[in-house]
């Protein structure tokens, strides 16, 4: 039973700094992506960024590059998600996600709520 469990959400002031977590487990994650998404209240769930899992390639949606910095630690089995200068438009629910290939993202976390107040 795949479980991926977000934490590190919260909230703070715009320009600031969160990390979040998602502590991946049963399976093994070698060939997968590693995705973080987010929704905002009566928007759709979007794309933030990936990381491959062994080979560390990581892609990144426009809105957060060069804030935003996706890693993994493989002996831990865990996805970190570093937010720097923050904006109120960073508000949402972030989602772990779990892609095996090219078979999208079948798993996924119950969501960790970040709010940016300006």
């Known amino acids: 039973q795949v479980q991926l469990v977000e934490s590190g959400g919260g909230l703070v002031q715009a320009g600031g700094s969160l990390r979040l977590s998602c502590a991946a487990s049963?399976?093994?994650?070698?060939?997968?992506?590693m995705g973080w998404f987010r929704q905002a209240p009566g928007k759709a769930r979007e794309f933030v960024t990936s990381?491959?899992?062994?080979?560390?390639?990581?892609y990144y949606a426009t809105s957060v590059k060069g804030r935003f910095t996706i890693s993994r630690d493989n002996a831990k089995n865990t996805v970190y998600l570093q937010m720097n200068s923050l904006k109120p438009e960073d508000t949402a629910i972030y989602y772990c996600?779990?892609?095996?290939?090219?078979?999208?993202?079948?798993?996924w976390g119950h969501g960790t709520q970040v709010t940016v107040s300006s």
């Open positions: 049963g399976r093994t994650f070698s060939g997968y992506n």
């Open positions: 990381i491959h899992w062994d080979e560390g390639i990581t």
């Open positions: 996600a779990a892609s095996y290939k090219g078979e999208g993202y079948k798993y």
